[in-house]
């Protein structure tokens, strides 16, 4: 389980009123889970109308997460309306029940488990994540990793470097900054010096959860840097589609020039032509790019549409 220090897990005061049980769906679950977990727990729920013990199961959720009165959130998803969030998260049998916290799944349990165990599971949850009476979230820390987050985004890698680089100045642990600053590292293609930060990283950061998908994009960066230029592979691949070994080093070529959809798209497109081609290589590259990407980012969710789209076809 993940370091839960940074964060307290509080409700808003200025939305006290708002119910905190809602419907989710792919439209609104990067704002009702991911971001919403940010400053407190939510309790995902997936459920299907035709799941008896999902019948069971749900009221009592509903009730607890009430109880709390806004200190934690539930966000329920049918599972039949809902099939990508489902097949992202593993959902192989319902009622499946995840806690989120600082974006990331943090514990779950399996099947209707009784009142009082229920209660106690999420007691120990908002415990860890600091308690509910007391919140002590830093708003100006949350709205800093947003700005840097957007930044990042627009490509302005070494801005929102100097924002995470203070914010760790005043917070040491917090994960947040630190795998953002390890994000400026690989745009600004120091893989080197990123992989030595990993390295060096108190116990309480290389511990959390949230930090393996910067591993992964760390992995991924110097697979990449191997690969050679995406304009003479391109070349060669028009002489000779067949090449397998060539689509998927244009695949990473691509990536590592920050051209995340292209590269998506050649690894699906060797997928499609040659599944086992390399014991799945291209299949399994591809869960490396969701990984580092993230599961609630618009090109992982279409990407693993268009590859069980393939796989199944």
């Known amino acids: 389980m993940p370091s839960l220090s940074f964060l307290a897990a509080t409700p808003d005061p200025g939305a006290a009123a708002a119910d905190p049980v809602k419907d989710v769906g792919l439209a609104n679950f990067m704002a009702e889970v991911i971001e919403a977990s940010r400053t407190q727990i939510v309790v995902v729920d997936f459920w299907a ?3 008896g013990p999902c019948k069971q199961l ?7 997460v009430r109880a709390h009165k806004g200190a934690v959130r539930l966000a329920k998803i049918d599972i039949d309306k809902n099939p990508e969030i489902a097949q992202q998260m593993q959902i192989q049998s319902i009622p499946a029940v995840f806690a989120f916290f600082r974006g990331q799944p943090i514990d779950g349990f399996m099947g209707a488990l009784p ?3 229920i209660k106690s599971w999420l007691d120990h949850l908002i415990k860890a994540a600091g308690g509910a009476k007391d919140p002590a979230p830093d ?9 840097a987050a957007g930044l990042l985004a627009q490509g302005e890698s070494e801005t ?4 995470y680089t203070d914010i760790l100045a005043e917070e040491p ?4 900054a630190f795998a953002g600053l390890l994000r400026c590292l690989l745009a600004q293609k120091q893989i080197s010096k ?5 390295a060096a990283a108190p116990a309480e950061l290389a511990k959390d959860k949230a930090l393996d998908p910067v591993r992964t994009a760390i992995e991924l960066a110097e697979q990449s840097g191997a690969t050679g230029n995406a304009a003479e592979l391109e070349a060669k691949l028009a002489q000779n589609p067949s090449d397998h070994q060539v689509r998927f080093d244009l695949a990473l070529a691509h ?4 051209r995340k959809e292209q590269a998506v798209d050649q690894l699906l497109e060797l997928v499609r032509r040659a599944r086992a081609w390399n014991e799945e290589a291209a299949r399994k590259q591809l869960v490396k790019l969701f990984e580092a990407m993230g599961p609630a980012d618009p090109l992982t969710i279409s990407a693993r549409k268009r590859l069980s789209s393939v796989l199944f076809s």
């Open 49 to 51: 109308p035709w799941c």
């Open 173 to 176: 642990t917090n994960t947040g």
């Open 58 to 64: 749900t009221p009592v959720l509903e009730k607890i």
């Open 194 to 198: 990123a992989k030595e930060m990993l």
């Open 255 to 258: 990536y590592a020039e920050g």
């Open 115 to 117: 009142e009082a165990q």
């Open 160 to 163: 929102a470097q100097a924002i």
């Open 139 to 147: 708003a100006g820390f949350n709205t800093a990793l947003e700005q």
